[in-house]
């Protein structure tokens, strides 16, 4: 897969589609027990907080076992990340950035 158009921060090739219906966004609470089987060890404060970030995520994109990102606004159009850090979907182009960076939570705007 060529992953930028020359010159550009605009992926020129995305993998395939989701085929089929995509998996229902985890909860906060199925996050949390994923957190604590990976062995997160760290604060009630920051485990909060990282479960606000990742709850967003969950409710933009599905993250499959291999890796794969798929926008769930439209579907389950392929998602990759472009050299100029926005993330751009197959069926609807740029999508912005991913939460992470661009909620005022973080400190990175």
Known sequence: M???KSGTGIPSEFPPNFEGEL??????EELRRQLEEY??????????????VLVKLE???????DGLCFHRRCGGGS????KDLEMYCANC??????PIFSSPESGIM
């Open 79 to 82: 998602m990759v990340l472009g």
């Open 23 to 28: 998996p229902l966004p985890r909860t906060q």
């Open 59 to 65: 409710e933009e994109s599905y993250e499959a076992p």
């Open 2 to 4: 060529e992953p930028q």
């Open 93 to 98: 182009g740029k999508i912005g950035k991913l």
């Open 39 to 52: 062995g997160a060890d760290i604060s009630d404060f920051l485990m909060e907080e990282l479960l606000k």
